[in-house]
């Protein structure tokens, strides 16, 4: 539980860093994207707010001083450089997009909202839930409990051997980090990434409209985006910090169209700045940038860009993609002696960067184009059923949409590029739609498992996501088009996506109780509130044009402020139900930490375990106070087991450990125990180690 004054002081300590983070948004879209739409200059905003949160806190981990004070001194320094960003020139007008058909308009508008509803409804039925996904329980939490234990990220964390997992690329954990660390409690963990949510479906809405598609055609694909099963898991039930990969790889790719059509310089930095945060959040990441910045000088150089320019715009592209996810190879060289470890770069034989034989790669890192032209039993009954369960008929029909928009594409470049000056970027955004396809189905792991039983792949579709991202705008201007075969037909479209959206829900959010019409009312107070800010922002008081001008300002500032005490105070209610029943009940293991062993103790990880919570993160305790460890030996810089018991019993005592978790072993589950002791469990055996509680899963010791 956390106390009232601890509490108090966390939320002014966040609330101080959103606002700066959203001060220096503010003041960089002002004065380089002056008289912009609204839809990208809402995706500016966020793009700007995203890399000036993950910089307040990526900075002072680089200097080793990671603090709330020093986390708010970085954010006010983003604020500061917010004011030198150069005054950009307006944007030249651009041409009306084709117009909305009203019952089209109102499918998309019906769609959206239920894509809203469910969402909402979802978070308040599951937000007093800790956290249980594997690879969040595995790697992002507890690396993010380290760096605040260490300050520093000069250091890999490695919980899980033979892994590479403290190697990833981290600016999507710095939002993880970012809403833990006020309080050193995990409590609004959950919540972290659905302002990233929303980021990347008004970035899918903006590069629709980009590309001058219709609203509604618009609004269905950016809802449908957000309807993909694989999606919702991964944003709101898991809150994974992929997230923060498709908002910043979404919004990186409407500037890039606005870039190829206007090749104005703000529309570059912002482009830049979007890739650079993608590049460095996720490994998928660096090969879907790459694929972007490829389709972008294709789209340049088909728009009659000049070598020279293109060479200057590149290195400066290239210089923010650095500058935004540079540093995690950098720690990866520092600390590992290798930028892209666990990867051994050796092209045509001449070794670069050499890493220890990947054991886990070669028996179940397999890819989908493994499968390609053989295992009709594996598509069967594992590639096709995950597809249809985690990407669903909405991803189906930002595909199909796609596919027809670049034909679309071309034969309007056939007949004359003059009769629709999208048709490039169009082409352009398919086309790197279609390699990150290709790539996603070359990822090691993508069809994650052992020989002909890819059992994890469906999971593993998010790799797919950034595909889907740059289909999502061409799909909606191909939507848009059906219309100019007549009303009924582009209706009859319209409604077949919606259908298609309605269905992603249902696979999203099968269970889901009573939870919706709470969504429901939830999703009505804030429309209500924004409609009435609004109004109140653009009423003027006949004869009195100072009163006009001020009642829209106070509007939103008193709207602020109560979203800010209503803020503060179901946060409050939040950790209290939330810490109330943290991990109780889930593990005999778990229980015994939490009433004996919740803050103060050295604990060591040692074993396998696949099934239940994993033990990683849980150990660390409510206030994330217990150091954490997996008792192993590092060869060559990879985390692996002991090599025996009088070496395992040395490495714990080096440690200074106080208790002692072993995993069970791979096949351990709840009812259905291991036959026999693990070795490491034998080990602790001969040693005399004091059991203190055990489950089907894990066994707790007390080493001293």
Same mark, same amino acid.
């Given at each position: 539980?956390?106390?009232?004054?601890?509490?108090?002081?966390?939320?002014?300590?966040?609330?101080?860093?959103?606002?700066?983070?959203?001060?220096?948004?503010?003041?960089?879209?002002?004065?380089?994207?002056?008289?912009?739409?609204?839809?990208?200059?809402?995706?500016?905003?966020?793009?700007?707010?995203?890399?000036? @949160?993950?910089?307040?806190?990526?900075?002072?981990?680089?200097?080793?001083?990671?603090?709330?004070?020093?986390?708010?001194?970085?954010?006010?320094?983003?604020?500061?450089?917010?004011?030198?960003?150069?005054?950009?020139? *307006?944007?030249?007008?651009?041409?009306?997009?084709?117009?909305?058909?009203?019952?089209?308009?109102?499918?998309?508008?019906?769609?959206?909202?239920?894509?809203?509803?469910?969402?909402?409804?979802?978070?308040?039925?599951?937000?007093?839930?800790?956290?249980?996904?594997?690879?969040?329980?595995?790697?992002?939490?507890?690396?993010?409990?380290?760096?605040?234990?260490?300050?520093?990220?000069?250091?890999?964390?490695?919980?899980?051997?033979?892994?590479?997992?403290?190697?990833? *690329?981290?600016?999507?954990?710095?939002?993880?980090?970012?809403?833990?660390?006020?309080?050193?409690?995990? @409590?609004?963990?959950?919540?972290?990434?659905?302002?990233?949510?929303?980021?990347?479906?008004?970035?899918?809405?903006?590069?629709?409209?980009?590309?001058?598609?219709?609203?509604?055609?618009?609004?269905?694909?950016?809802?449908?985006?957000?309807?993909?099963?694989?999606?919702?898991?991964?944003?709101?039930?898991?809150?994974?910090? &992929?997230?923060?990969?498709?908002?910043?790889?979404?919004?990186?790719?409407?500037?890039?169209?606005?870039?190829?059509?206007?090749?104005?310089?703000?529309?570059?930095?912002?482009?830049?700045?979007?890739?650079?945060?993608? @590049?460095?959040?996720?490994?998928?990441?660096?090969?879907?940038?790459?694929?972007?910045?490829?389709?972008?000088?294709?789209?340049?150089?088909?728009?009659?860009?000049?070598?020279?320019?293109?060479?200057?715009?590149?290195?400066?592209?290239?210089?923010?993609?650095?500058?935004?996810?540079?540093?995690?190879?950098?720690?990866?060289?520092?600390?590992?002696?290798? *930028?892209?470890?666990?990867?051994?770069?050796?092209?045509?034989?001449?070794?670069? @960067?050499?890493?220890?034989?990947?054991?886990?790669?070669?028996?179940?890192?397999?890819?989908?184009?493994?499968?390609?032209?053989?295992?009709?039993?594996?598509?069967?009954?594992?590639?096709?059923?995950?597809?249809?369960?985690?990407?669903?008929?909405?991803?189906?029909?930002?595909?199909?949409?796609?596919?027809?928009?670049?034909?679309?594409?071309?034969?309007?470049?056939?007949?004359?590029?003059?009769?629709?000056?999208?048709?490039?970027?169009?082409?352009?955004?398919?086309?790197?739609?279609?390699?990150?396809?290709?790539?996603?189905?070359?990822?090691?792991?993508?069809?994650?498992?052992?020989?002909?039983?890819?059992?994890?792949?469906?999971?593993?579709?998010?790799?797919?996501?950034?595909?889907?991202?740059?289909?999502?705008?061409?799909?909606?201007?191909?939507?848009?088009?059906?219309?100019?075969?007549?009303?009924?037909?582009?209706?009859?479209?319209?409604?077949?996506?919606?259908?298609?959206?309605? &269905?992603?829900?249902?696979?999203?959010?099968?269970?889901?109780?009573?939870?919706?019409?709470?969504?429901?009312?939830?999703?009505?107070?804030?429309?209500?509130?924004?409609?009435?800010?609004?109004?109140?922002?653009?009423?003027?008081?006949?004869?009195?044009?100072?009163?006009?001008?001020?009642?829209?300002?106070?509007?939103?500032?008193?709207?602020?402020?109560?979203?800010?005490?209503?803020?503060?105070?179901?946060?409050?209610?939040?950790?209290?139900?939330?810490?109330? &029943?943290?991990?109780?009940?889930?593990?005999?293991?778990?229980?015994?930490?939490?009433?004996?062993?919740?803050?103060?103790?050295?604990?060591?990880?040692?074993?396998?375990?696949?099934?239940?919570?994993?033990?990683?993160?849980?150990?660390?305790?409510?206030?994330?106070?217990?150091?954490?460890?997996?008792?192993?030996?590092?060869?060559?810089?990879?985390?692996?087991?002991?090599?025996?018991?009088?070496?395992?019993?040395?490495?714990?005592?080096?440690?200074?450990? &106080?208790?002692?978790?072993?995993?069970?072993?791979?096949?351990?589950?709840?009812?259905?125990?291991?036959?026999?002791?693990?070795?490491?469990?034998?080990?602790?055996?001969?040693?005399?180690?004091?059991?203190?509680?055990?489950?089907?899963?894990?066994?707790?010791?007390?080493?001293?």
């Amino acid at each position: 539980m956390i106390r009232s004054g601890e509490y108090l002081v966390g939320a002014a300590h966040l609330a101080a860093v959103v606002g700066l983070c959203a001060a220096a948004a503010v003041f960089a879209i002002r004065r380089a994207l002056p008289r912009v739409e609204a839809a990208p200059s809402v995706v500016a905003g966020g793009l700007v707010f995203t890399a000036a @949160f993950v910089a307040a806190h990526v900075l002072p981990l680089a200097l080793g001083i990671l603090g709330r004070g020093s986390v708010l001194a970085a954010a006010a320094l983003a604020a500061l450089a917010a004011r030198l960003v150069p005054r950009g020139a *307006p944007a030249p007008p651009r041409p009306a997009a084709e117009p909305t058909d009203r019952v089209s308009g109102t499918l998309a508008a019906a769609a959206a909202l239920a894509v809203a509803v469910a969402t909402a409804g979802y978070v308040l039925h599951h937000a007093t839930e800790p956290s249980t996904g594997l690879d969040m329980v595995n790697i992002h939490l507890p690396d993010m409990a380290s760096w605040i234990q260490s300050g520093t990220l000069w250091h890999v964390y490695q919980f899980v051997p033979r892994l590479a997992h403290g190697n990833y *690329p981290n600016n999507g954990d710095m939002v993880l980090l970012g809403v833990t660390l006020p309080w050193r409690n995990d @409590f609004a963990v959950r919540l972290a990434m659905l302002p990233w949510l929303g980021l990347a479906v008004a970035a899918i809405y903006a590069l629709a409209r980009e590309l001058r598609a219709p609203a509604g055609a618009a609004l269905l694909a950016a809802a449908g985006f957000a309807a993909i099963p694989i999606v919702a898991e991964s944003a709101v039930e898991v809150a994974l910090p &992929d997230t923060i990969l498709w908002a910043a790889f979404a919004g990186a790719l409407v500037f890039v169209v606005r870039h190829v059509r206007e090749g104005r310089r703000a529309d570059l930095v912002l482009a830049g700045v979007g890739l650079g945060l993608a @590049f460095g959040t996720k490994w998928y990441g660096v090969y879907a940038v790459a694929i972007a910045v490829l389709a972008w000088l294709a789209a340049r150089a088909a728009t009659g860009g000049r070598v020279r320019d293109l060479a200057r715009e590149l290195g400066s592209v290239t210089a923010l993609i650095a500058l935004g996810g540079g540093i995690w190879l950098v720690r990866n060289w520092v600390e590992s002696g290798n *930028p892209v470890f666990p990867v051994r770069v050796a092209p045509f034989g001449v070794l670069i @960067f050499d890493a220890p034989h990947d054991v886990l790669r070669e028996q179940a890192g397999y890819t989908v184009a493994g499968y390609v032209g053989s295992g009709a039993d594996v598509w069967r009954h594992h590639l096709l059923p995950a597809y249809r369960d985690f990407l669903g008929p909405a991803a189906l029909a930002l595909a199909v949409g796609a596919l027809g928009a670049a034909a679309g594409a071309i034969a309007t470049l056939r007949r004359g590029r003059g009769r629709d000056a999208n048709a490039i970027p169009v082409l352009a955004l398919a086309g790197a739609a279609v390699l990150c396809a290709v790539a996603y189905a070359l990822t090691p792991y993508s069809a994650q498992g052992g020989p002909d039983l890819p059992v994890f792949v469906g999971p593993n579709t998010r790799y797919a996501v950034p595909a889907l991202i740059a289909a999502a705008g061409p799909a909606a201007w191909a939507l848009g088009r059906t219309a100019r075969w007549g009303a009924w037909a582009g209706r009859a479209a319209h409604g077949l996506v919606a259908v298609a959206l309605l &269905d992603g829900i249902r696979r999203s959010y099968a269970v889901m109780d009573d939870a919706p019409l709470a969504g429901a009312a939830a999703v009505a107070v804030v429309a209500a509130g924004f409609l009435a800010a609004r109004r109140a922002h653009h009423r003027r008081a006949d004869g009195d044009r100072a009163a006009g001008r001020l009642a829209g300002p106070l509007a939103l500032g008193a709207g602020a402020a109560v979203a800010l005490a209503a803020s503060a105070a179901g946060g409050w209610h939040l950790q209290q139900r939330f810490n109330d &029943d943290r991990y109780r009940g889930a593990d005999a293991t778990f229980d015994w930490v939490l009433a004996h062993a919740p803050a103060h103790r050295r604990i060591a990880l040692a074993g396998d375990w696949s099934h239940g919570i994993a033990p990683v993160f849980p150990m660390f305790g409510p206030r994330l106070r217990n150091h954490v460890a997996y008792a192993g030996e590092w060869r060559r810089h990879r985390l692996d087991y002991a090599p025996g018991g009088d070496r395992f019993l040395a490495l714990l005592r080096a440690g200074r450990y &106080d208790l002692l978790v072993v995993g069970r072993g791979f096949d351990a589950a709840p009812g259905n125990p291991p036959a026999m002791e693990t070795r490491e469990e034998r080990w602790a055996r001969t040693a005399r180690l004091r059991q203190l509680a055990r489950s089907d899963t894990l066994t707790l010791y007390a080493v001293r």
